[in-house]
């Protein structure tokens, strides 16, 4: 198959060296401008997840080939949901044609997503690995299964072609209720774990921020009350939270049994906590709370808890960004 990567970001990346692996064809999208438009490699250190569950430590050479035409399977986007817009505008203006896999943090709803797209063929999905990429070095780790949309609830043509390039990658499909719905849970989850780490921890070093959550059960019983909240302002979107029973499952039980809990799992999982820790960019960690705590306040929902961690975080966040 023939798969265009937009950008040249860390999830793109990681998918596409593991698309490319499988033998199927994969370019990178790049604007001229782009920092990045004359990289040709980046050097991959993975931790795979795909058939041992602590995961393979590997190291290779990701040769990163560029846009050379204007017919794909599948375009892989994943860019924070902001900058959606000016993606769809480039591909439409350099005639650029295939089905778009939506693999974003997004927030809207169905009807903005379906007008955002201007006609193209697309897929709602997440994907279940993270990493960062510092002097073209991808560091990075990746799990087993992928959240994707259920083929009922999605408008294309190939979708078992889509299922059989995640399986030529040794790679689940793993498929919600709604996966919208799932995505915003997913954000409000993620809200609320960043909103303890922002206010506990320094936001210049969120990696050490994320070993100091992860091993302190105060802190692990705050993000747990944190999101508890959170998956109220995503319920007050009109999500029915009861066909997400086993996301929410382990912040349902008291804080004094699921703190210690997750406290031993990232301790033992080692995917689980490598996944937190690789996580770095504070634009992102900014635009998932930010959509969480505009969402709640608008409609009026009680979340101390989550409000005043946020705005802490959110402060910190801001004072760094306005650094740099």
Not at 250 to 276: D, E, G, H, N, Q
Request: aromatic share 8%.
């Amino acid at each position: 198959m023939k798969i265009l990567v937009i950008g040249l970001g860390t999830i793109g990346s990681i998918y596409g060296y593991v698309f490319q692996k499988a033998g199927h064809e994969v370019e990178h999208y790049l604007r001229k401008s782009s920092p990045k438009a004359a990289v040709k490699q980046l050097q991959v250190d993975l931790l795979d997840g795909r058939t041992e569950k602590d995961g393979i430590q590997s190291s290779d050479v990701y040769q990163v080939k560029h846009c050379s035409g204007k017919t794909y399977d599948f375009i892989f986007v994943s860019v924070p949901s902001g900058g959606l817009a000016s993606v769809i505008d480039s591909l439409a203006a350099d005639g650029i044609s295939g089905t778009l896999i939506l693999a974003c943090g997004i927030w809207e709803d169905r009807a903005y997503v379906d007008r955002l797209v201007k006609g193209y063929p697309y897929i709602l999905g997440y994907p279940v690995a993270g990493g960062n990429i510092r002097d073209n070095r991808l560091t990075c780790c990746l799990f087993d299964h992928f959240m994707l949309e259920r083929k009922e609830k999605a408008a294309i043509s190939n979708y078992e072609k889509l299922a059989k390039l995640f399986a030529d990658c040794q790679i689940q499909l793993e498929q919600p209720y709604d996966m919208l719905e799932w995505i915003w849970l997913h954000m409000g989850i993620n809200a609320g774990v960043i909103s303890v780490m922002g206010k506990s921890g320094d936001v210049k070093d969120t990696t050490a921020a994320a070993e100091k959550l992860m091993d302190s059960i105060q802190y692990l019983k705050e993000a747990v009350k944190a999101i508890r909240e959170t998956s109220q302002i995503v319920a007050s979107r009109g999500v029915n939270l009861k066909h997400y029973k086993n996301e929410l499952l382990a912040y349902k039980l008291p804080t004094v049994i699921s703190a210690p809990l997750m406290k031993r799992m990232f301790a033992k999982k080692v995917l689980t906590r490598k996944i937190m820790t690789l996580h770095g960019n504070t634009q992102d960690l900014l635009f998932v709370c930010k959509c969480l705590y505009d969402s709640g306040k608008k409609n009026q929902i009680a979340a101390p808890n989550f409000y005043a961690n946020c705005e802490e975080a959110m402060g910190k966040i801001t004072s760094l960004m306005e650094k740099k």
